[in-house]
């Protein structure tokens, strides 16, 4: 099955609703980096409202199994549907909402990860339809300003307390408490890496994370390589790899943005929680 077929034939059908004012594709399919497990993300942008008629009409056009079907909230209405065996999930916005948003994240650097993946999305998509409305958008999100950047690395450089547990964590085989430490860690990771190579984040939870990395010009050498095996290499070895990564990070941060000032993050990130010594 042609995706990108699929997702133009489809949003032919929602430009046929008046209140639809463009389509855009987005996910992997617009970042072509779809596989075998692969759905179809369309952000459809409405003038007006869209009522449920206007919502499921196109679904029954092309014989669609609804999935899951959301009210409105949080500025969106989505669906879920499964047509010639694709998944496709839907989010319908109203265009001013999505220019409000990109003018949160563009003009006032709002960090939220939700508003950077509307971003993310109109950065990296495919226009379907509505050409005009989504170049106005295009061109808002085109040049990702530097003091976002800023923002996010200053929102994930503390790792909090809990990262000076891991050798106690490591010495009591506490996995459970250490993968989630890790994981949080990496989050961190994440967030200042999107932040010095001034990308949207795409996704909240980081996913396509090695593509990701792959795509950075500013990270720590065979990045894309350390970040995911640190979850499949011996724990040990995986939190030696997490330190060596954080070193490097902060060695960057320090060289491309002087302004911010690591001396008290650095001394957090090296305390370990204190072994007690026996008599």
Same mark, same amino acid.
């Given at each position: 099955m042609?995706l990108l077929?699929?997702a133009t =034939?489809? !949003?032919?059908?929602? #430009?046929?609703?008046?209140k &639809?004012?463009? &389509?855009?594709?987005?996910g992997?399919v617009?970042r072509?980096?779809q596989?075998d497990y692969s ?8 003038k007006e409202?869209p009522?449920?008629e206007d919502?499921?009409? *196109?679904?029954?056009?092309v014989?669609?199994?609804i999935?899951v079907?959301?009210?409105y909230?949080?500025?969106?209405w989505s669906e879920?549907?499964i047509t010639?065996? %694709?998944?496709l999930e839907?989010?319908n916005f109203?265009?001013?909402? %999505? ?7 563009i003009?006032y650097?709002?960090? =939220?990860l ?5 971003a993310?999305?109109?950065y =990296?998509?495919v226009s ?5 409305i989504?170049?106005q ?8 300003p530097?003091?976002?950047?800023e923002a ?11 990262w !000076?547990?891991r ?5 009591r085989e506490d996995?459970? #408490? ?5 994981t949080?860690?990496q ?15 795409h ?6 994370q ?5 795509? #950075?010009?500013?990270? *720590?050498k065979?990045?894309s390589?350390?970040?995911p095996?640190?979850f499949?290499?011996p ?8 330190e060596g &990564? ?11 943005? *002087? ?8 001394e957090r990130?090296?305390?370990l929680r *204190?072994?007690?010594q026996? =008599?």
């Amino acid at each position: 099955m042609d995706l990108l077929r699929l997702a133009t =034939d489809l !949003s032919e059908i929602y #430009m046929q609703n008046d209140k &639809v004012e463009g &389509v855009l594709l987005g996910g992997s399919v617009a970042r072509n980096w779809q596989d075998d497990y692969s759905d179809i993300e369309l952000f459809v942008f409405w003038k007006e409202s869209p009522n449920d008629e206007d919502r499921k009409s *196109p679904i029954k056009d092309v014989n669609g199994r609804i999935i899951v079907y959301y009210p409105y909230e949080e500025e969106e209405w989505s669906e879920t549907y499964i047509t010639q065996g %694709i998944k496709l999930e839907i989010s319908n916005f109203l265009t001013n909402t %999505i220019h409000r948003i990109l003018d949160e994240v563009i003009l006032y650097y709002d960090t =939220d990860l939700d508003k950077q993946c509307l971003a993310a999305t109109v950065y =990296d998509g495919v226009s379907l339809a509505g050409e005009d409305i989504i170049d106005q958008l295009k061109k808002k999100a085109e040049v990702y300003p530097e003091e976002l950047g800023e923002a996010m690395i200053r929102e994930n450089l503390d790792l909090g307390s809990r990262w !000076s547990n891991r050798e106690a964590l490591l010495a009591r085989e506490d996995w459970l #408490m250490l993968y989630k430490v890790i994981t949080s860690v990496q989050s961190n990771i994440m967030g200042m890496l999107f932040g010095l190579n001034r990308l949207y984040v795409h996704h909240p939870a980081f996913k396509w994370q090695k593509r990701t990395l792959e795509r #950075m010009k500013i990270a *720590p050498k065979n990045i894309s390589r350390i970040l995911p095996s640190v979850f499949i290499a011996p724990p040990e070895e995986s939190i030696r790899e997490l330190e060596g &990564v954080l070193q490097e990070i902060y060695g960057l941060i320090q060289r491309t943005h *002087p302004e911010i000032d690591l001396t008290s993050v650095m001394e957090r990130i090296r305390f370990l929680r *204190p072994q007690r010594q026996g =008599d």
